[in-house]
């Protein structure tokens, strides 16, 4: 499903739902606008160009990541944090297990992480809210096209 939230002004909400559309990601996203909208009594044409702003993420990008279906993805994170994606809360990989069987290291197992580690890159440069770089170390300055792992792969130049 394709979920759409609207606030207005004074804090007033609605909420529209449609089916995803895959193929063509914002025909779901209007469908489910003029869904919300219709609450108000409003047509997308009359409300959207008065959009202060909007957020948008589809599931069907969601979906085939953690179905692990399409391309293969790797993620760029902060230098020194390459590692946090592959730990997880304690929770999740005991999920189903009695609480005696949460006490032994036996039980316990990892999920595949979602971006296998030779696809994570760090970089030590920053980008503020502005849209500004701050400076790449004279570490980091130069090496990270060519040190990318997914280098060669589809997309990749």
């Known amino acids: 499903m394709t979920d759409t939230f609207v606030v207005d002004r004074a804090g007033g909400f609605v909420v529209g739902k449609a089916q995803t559309t895959p193929q063509d990601e914002s025909l779901g996203f209007m469908s489910s606008?003029?869904?919300?909208?219709?609450?108000?009594?409003?047509?997308?044409?009359?409300?959207?160009?008065?959009?202060?702003?909007?957020?948008?993420?589809?599931?069907?990008?969601?979906?085939?990541?953690?179905?692990?279906?399409?391309?293969?993805?790797?993620?760029?994170?902060?230098?020194?944090?390459?590692?946090?994606?592959?730990?997880?809360r304690g929770i999740q990989t005991y999920l189903g297990y009695s609480y005696a069987d949460r006490l032994h290291v036996a039980t316990h197992h990892h999920n595949e992480p979602l971006v296998p580690r030779e696809l994570v890159k760090g970089v030590r440069e920053r980008i503020d809210l502005f849209g500004d770089r701050s400076p790449c170390t004279r570490t980091t300055r130069g090496r990270r096209s060519r040190s990318w792992p997914g280098r060669g792969s589809r997309g990749w130049p």
């Open 33 to 88: 606008a003029r869904d919300a909208l219709g609450y108000w009594d409003m047509t997308a044409e009359e409300a959207l160009p008065g959009i202060v702003s909007g957020i948008y993420s589809g599931t069907a990008m969601l979906n085939r990541l953690l179905e692990r279906k399409g391309r293969k993805v790797g993620v760029i994170v902060t230098g020194g944090m390459e590692d946090m994606l592959r730990l997880e």
